[in-house]
């Protein structure tokens, strides 16, 4: 018997699109040439590469020569935190973050911190989301950078990004010339809009493996004028931002990414929260004890994280897995951990409560048809699960 598999981990992952492999495949062979090269070969390379930093560009709403390619995520983040705390450390030792991070951030700050850096983690109570009046609070003559992640990678919540960047601007203008705002993006870029220059932001870092585009590459967007120091040592590519050279499929493979992202936001947006609305209001009224994390307005389209009391999150995952279905109990970058993630910790979940989250993440793949087979087999895997449990009265 052929199991069904049903893909529920977009947020980890996702399928690379079609077109996005089309476009990359030249460039891993008859289109070979390195973009530092003079030659036809690598102006061929080098013409791609720029097409695709502004395919980029107006995704963002940004201009091409504040677009930095990197390998993902991750290193953007890392180039942000540490670049800007590096160059204006001269100014002041202060960063703002946040305790439900990317761990990518988290780690910058924790290695900051090592080096004589004070990190202020402002948090963020039951709704996951950070409140203005800490922000405000929490500023210093010495605070160099804030760094407030757009929209939570678990469950979802959508940080008051464009109010921060107000604040960054009202004390720029006040003479704090060198505080910079950061936002790590990953989980919204392609999901909803996402406008640099509407946000206030300084930098802003997303990567294409979210997109349907593939792992590798990312982007980080650096607001003209801001004075990074590059964490990466070698040649003068991309601006001296970023030593190294370029990985051209990958590049083009991103562009066209943003691209499809683009032109389909809106009406892929309003079918993924549909599908999560539907997936979410039946199993509320279908199982008892469910709770959703986190606002559950504040929040990405496509992302559900759900507590089942009296249910392990880890046999559920592992119950559904087995017929076909790939949800997630976290973050993929917790996985293995025996601890409730940070964020469910952030937002108040004891240690047993928040052993019993699951994460559904949607993509545009996805089908009302593949939501109604969860919906028809996971109230009976609760309920099952339910009577193995020592925590619920027999």
């Not at 089309?22 to 891993?28: E, H, K, R, V």
């Not at 020569?65 to 100014?91: M, P, Q």
């Not at 946040?98 to 709704?127: D, F, M």
């Not at 590519?237 to 032109?263: C, F, M, N, Q």
Request: with cysteine.
């Amino acid at each position: 018997m052929t199991v069904r598999r049903i893909y529920l981990d977009n947020s980890a992952t996702t399928r690379v699109d079609d077109e996005v492999i089309g476009a990359m495949l030249p460039y891993f062979s008859e289109a070979y040439g390195n973009a530092s090269s003079t030659h036809q070969w690598g102006q061929s390379a080098k013409q791609a590469i720029e097409e695709a930093r502004n395919q980029v560009a107006l995704l963002l709403n940004a201009s091409a020569t504040e677009i930095t390619f990197v390998s993902g995520g991750t290193e953007a983040d890392n180039l942000a935190v540490k670049g800007i705390a590096e160059a204006h450390a001269g100014k002041g030792r202060h960063i703002i973050t946040s305790q439900i991070e990317h761990p990518a951030v988290l780690a910058s700050c924790a290695y900051l911190e090592k080096k004589g850096w004070n990190i202020t983690y402002l948090p963020v109570y039951r709704e996951g989301v950070v409140r203005i009046d800490d922000v405000r609070r929490a500023i210093t003559d010495e605070t160099v950078l804030i760094s407030i992640m757009h929209a939570n990678n678990e469950i979802g919540t959508i940080q008051p990004l464009r109010e921060i960047g107000q604040i960054v601007r009202q004390r720029r203008e006040a003479g704090q010339r060198h505080l910079h705002l950061h936002s790590d993006a990953v989980q919204t870029v392609g999901k909803i809009p996402v406008d640099v220059k509407d946000l206030g932001v300084d930098l802003l870092a997303f990567t294409a493996h979210k997109l349907h585009g593939p792992k590798g590459i990312g982007v980080l967007y650096v607001r003209r004028g801001v004075r990074l120091a590059s964490q990466l040592h070698g040649g003068h590519h991309e601006r001296d931002r970023r030593a190294g050279t370029e990985s051209v499929p990958l590049i083009v493979a991103i562009g066209k990414a943003s691209d499809l992202a683009r032109t389909s936001l809106q009406e892929r947006s309003q079918r993924l929260q549909e599908l999560r609305d539907h997936l979410e209001r039946e199993l509320l009224q279908r199982i008892p004890f469910v709770t959703v994390n986190g606002d559950a307005e504040r929040r990405l389209p496509n992302i559900s994280n759900l507590n089942f009391d009296y249910v392990e999150g880890e046999g559920l995952q592992i119950s559904l897995d087995l017929k076909g279905i790939a949800v997630s109990t976290g973050s993929a970058c917790s996985s293995g951990s025996l601890e409730p993630s940070h964020v469910l910790v952030a937002i108040g979940l004891s240690q047993e409560t928040g052993h019993g989250t699951l994460r559904f993440s949607l993509g545009k793949d996805n089908t009302r048809d593949e939501i109604d087979y969860v919906l028809e087999i996971l109230p009976g895997m609760v309920e099952k699960l339910r009577k193995l449990s020592p925590r619920v009265k027999k």
